[in-house]
Nanobody
Framework: QVQLVESGGGLVQPGGSRRLSCVAS????????MSWFRQAPGKERELVAAVTSTGASTNYVDSVKGRFTISRDNAKNTVYLQMNGLKPEDTAVYYCNAVHRILTNVNYWGQGTQVTVSS
């Protein structure tokens, strides 16, 4: 059974930090590129950050560059999103996504974790 389980969300003050984790099971984690998406109320889901299956390459949406860092530990089947300098506009549900590195139509989603940035 494929599962992506996110954790680490919560309420954080502007300027604060938070680390999200996503633990994968039920598939060969090292064969999948991993991404974090987010969806704010009334907005479309957007790609925030992505990392290749080996971890060698990452990319970010412009609005989080320099503040967020995506990383993965293939030994632990886990992908992380370190978020620093959080802003109210970062408030959203954050979702973990896995896409097979070759069969890109094979992809999985987590259930999401809420991040709220507010004083």
């Amino acid at each position: 059974q494929v599962q992506l389980v996110e954790s680490g969300g919560g309420l954080v003050q502007p300027g604060g930090s938070r680390r999200l984790s996503c633990v994968a099971s039920g598939f060969t984690f090292s064969n999948y590129a991993m991404s974090w998406f987010r969806q704010a109320p009334g907005k479309e889901r957007e790609l925030v950050a992505a990392v290749t299956s080996t971890g060698a390459s990452t990319n970010y949406v412009d609005s989080v560059k320099g503040r967020f860092t995506i990383s993965r530990d293939n030994a632990k089947n886990t992908v992380y999103l370190q978020m620093n300098g959080l802003k109210p506009e970062d408030t959203a549900v954050y979702y973990c996504n896995a896409v097979h590195r070759i069969l890109t139509n094979v992809n999985y989603w987590g259930q999401g974790t809420q991040v709220t940035v507010s004083s």
